[in-house]
């Protein structure tokens, strides 16, 4: 059994008066113990809101979550409110992408860390605290003793992202979705908290969502890679094949799009042409053929389905880019 | 070794120990910088990282003790919270020293009044009052600067007193409408809903009526009015103002990534409310109070001088002072009025000068 299995998870976003629309359209994708799986997608993907529905944090009203979340067999999408409340934490931990807007300005770090050990493992504010200090060591943070009274403001941005590190794995959790744990770093620290997370994933065996339009943290941490767009899947591989082998035109875009060192002098950086503005909806047929260097009629006869693909992964497209096209 | 060292002072011979806990400030140390690779034998060419990481590993036990020091003395106190920092600020704007000044003025004469004061104010001095004929009142004389009322009690030191009672409605005040008003607002932001509708309706109300007028209406509403009808009228007016305020910001904390965040941690809601939105909510409020005071003794004063205050003819108190004393001989004795009138007007303008820098100063925007 799969740790997490995310069944056809639709997110659709009501208001009164305006067109539904469905930020996530019928995702599905697993997670198995102990695996690291990427999200990978530009913004406005649907990447964000397939992990705020996994943790059931969307807002109560004004969207229809629909679909299966089975966490260890148990859909978190059917469960009461307060048993959802007891796992997020304990079973599944969150990362956010701005550290310094994630952690309450007015309470110090150590009781923000020692807040969720009181809470679920029932421990007494001391003993929270000395063990707060155990974890802020192990996320790699300096002179714990004294970040234990410190408040958020007064600590670097890296040293943010640890701390909020330590708050999601304090209660060892099988799972950890990071929802772009880098983007708000600069690229030294980007490097380091990559490397931290990495490690202690692989010390403590937790499973890990990894949500990023970064291709260079994907090629660094994922086991397998999931392509959103436009709200669906529209590639999945394990990491090697989908970098040597890119098989979906926009897959294939966004390698070409990373910037080489290698590259001569004065070529003009690749782009996928036009915006995500171009979308359109996939009833109609590929949300990405407007952008498509590969387009095809059958591209605008309705979605094309997600098919397996020889190599073990599965694949949204008419008319991929054939296999001997490696990226330049 | 003949590498001329960099740091001054460092004449000991090495102490054979290798790892160099160098204090480390912030993550980036522990991502080196440069291999250490091309020039083992440590000659001049390479990183001055690793220069001065073999610089501090010959230093002697007692130097480095004292490299220790230094890196704790340099290194900021732990532990300054939103407050502290934004008194930090607070101290160096000179309104906010003006309105400071004022208030602490205010609250130690009311304190130390019956030290400052020179007579009892109830004392009645009948020799000022013998020869007076009617629509006339003593000047100053001498023991008593600012003259007598029409009793003969000494207006400096009834002035002095008066202090007293302005602190008094004035705190009580602020405290009892700041306490209905968070709980108003913290319940409404908590909530939601149709609880949100409901009491943010009520305010509404409270809000459309000038709030003196609604002062006079709950003072007259009372059967027998005293300085806790005052009170309470005051209290009353200033509750929807707090209550709107927290509720505001307690909205605007449900939307913030850190309560997403606790969310996600399983946190549960009302420690979410209590721990997370609240104290996060509650600086607008803290700053309200202050501004919130001025016009408690604003309001307290008009009421007092419209004789709608206390009933007690022997309790010193500035509105009822310039309504009766003042009013009555603006014309022999203007100075009667002009006393309590600017003392009213000082200590109101010292709170909200005081209520206006800490605005300022506690503003997330301007903290660094």
Not at chain 1, 201 to 212: H, Q, R
Not at chain 2, 145 to 165: C, E, K, N
Not at chain 2, 292 to 314: E, H, K, Q
Request: hydrophobic share 45%; proline share 7%.
């Amino acid at each position: 059994m799969s740790l997490l299995d995310v069944r056809d998870l639709s997110v659709v976003f009501q208001r009164r008066g305006e067109r539904p629309f469905a930020a996530v359209d019928q995702v599905s994708f697993t997670v198995e113990p102990g695996q690291t799986v990427g999200l990978v997608g530009e913004s406005g993907c649907g990447k964000s809101v397939t992990s705020l529905a996994i943790m059931g944090l969307l807002p109560k009203r004004g969207n229809r979550v629909t679909g299966e979340v089975l966490f260890e067999g148990t859909d978190l999408l059917k469960l009461r409110p307060d048993d959802l409340r007891d796992r997020r934490g304990r079973d599944i931990g969150m990362i956010f992408q701005d550290p310094l807007s994630s952690l309450n300005p007015v309470i110090p770090i150590g009781v923000q860390v020692a807040e969720v050990l009181e809470r679920h493992r029932g421990m007494d504010r001391r003993k929270a605290l000395r063990e707060a200090r155990e974890l802020l060591d192990a996320v790699g943070i300096p002179d714990p003793d004294r970040r234990l009274t410190e408040f958020p403001h007064q600590i670097s941005g890296g040293m943010r992202q640890r701390a909020l590190i330590a708050i999601a794995l304090a209660c060892k959790p099988r799972l950890l979705i990071a929802d772009e744990p880098t983007t708000a770093l600069d690229v030294t620290i980007q490097a380091q908290i990559l490397t931290l997370l990495k490690q202690l994933v692989d010390e403590t065996g937790t499973a890990l969502i990894m949500i990023t339009h970064d291709l260079g943290v994907v090629a660094g941490l994922c086991d397998t890679v999931n392509v959103l767009y436009g709200g669906r899947v529209v590639e999945r591989a394990a990491r090697h094949e989908l970098f040597a082998r890119p098989r979906h035109p926009y897959t294939h875009g966004l390698l070409s799009s990373v910037p080489r060192l290698d590259s001569p002098r004065g070529e003009r950086l690749h782009a996928i042409r036009g915006s995500v503005a171009d979308n359109i909806p996939w009833v109609e047929g590929c949300a990405f053929a407007p952008r498509c260097d590969n387009v095809v009629d059958a591209c605008l006869d309705g979605p094309p389905p997600l098919e397996p693909t020889a190599t073990g992964g599965d694949l949204r497209c008419n008319n991929p880019v054939s296999e001997e096209v490696a990226v330049p | 070794m003949s590498d001329p060292t960099t740091r001054p002072g460092v004449g000991k011979p090495r102490t054979g120990d290798t790892p160099t806990d160098q204090p480390a400030e912030g993550p980036a140390a522990d991502g080196q910088p440069g291999q250490p690779g091309e020039n083992p034998t440590g000659q001049p060419g390479d990183s001055p990282a690793q220069r001065r990481e073999r610089s501090i590993g010959r230093l002697g036990d007692r130097k480095r003790a004292r490299l220790d020091e230094l890196a704790r003395a340099t290194a900021d106190p732990g532990g300054v919270s939103l407050y502290r920092d934004a008194l930090r600020r607070l101290r160096r704007n000179p309104v906010a020293i003006v309105g400071a000044v004022i208030v602490g003025l205010f609250v130690l004469v009311a304190i130390f009044a019956p030290l400052i004061a020179p007579h009892d104010p109830v004392q009645r001095f009948d020799e000022l009052t013998r020869d007076l004929t009617v629509d006339s009142i003593p000047g100053a004389t001498a023991g008593h600067p600012f003259g007598s009322d029409p009793l003969g009690r000494d207006f400096f030191s009834r002035m002095i007193h008066g202090s007293r009672q302005t602190l008094f409605v004035g705190v009580l005040a602020t405290l009892i409408g700041l306490t209905l008003g968070v709980l108003l607002g913290a319940v409404a932001g908590a909530f939601g809903g149709w609880v949100d509708v409901v009491l943010m309706r009520l305010t509404d109300v409270m809000l459309a009526l000038p709030s003196l007028l609604l002062a006079i209406t709950l003072v007259a509403m009372a059967s027998r009015s005293s300085q806790w009808t005052v009170i309470f009228a005051v209290a009353i007016v200033s509750v929807p103002i707090f209550a709107r305020l927290l509720r505001g910001s307690m909205l605007a904390q449900r939307e913030s990534d850190h309560v997403l965040a606790a969310r996600a941690l399983g946190v549960k809601e009302r420690n979410i409310v209590l721990r997370h939105m609240l104290p996060n909510s509650l600086t607008a409020v803290i700053v309200q109070a202050t501004l919130t005071f001025a016009v408690a003794i604003l309001d307290a004063a008009a009421l007092s001088f419209l004789g709608l205050g206390d009933p007690d003819i022997n309790r010193a108190e500035w509105g009822l002072m310039l309504g009766v004393d003042g009013q009555r001989y603006f014309e022999v004795r203007p100075e009667l009025a002009y006393y309590p009138a600017l003392a009213i007007i000082v200590v109101a303008l010292g709170f909200t000068l005081l209520g206006e820098a800490m605005r300022e100063a506690i503003d997330p925007k301007n903290r660094r």
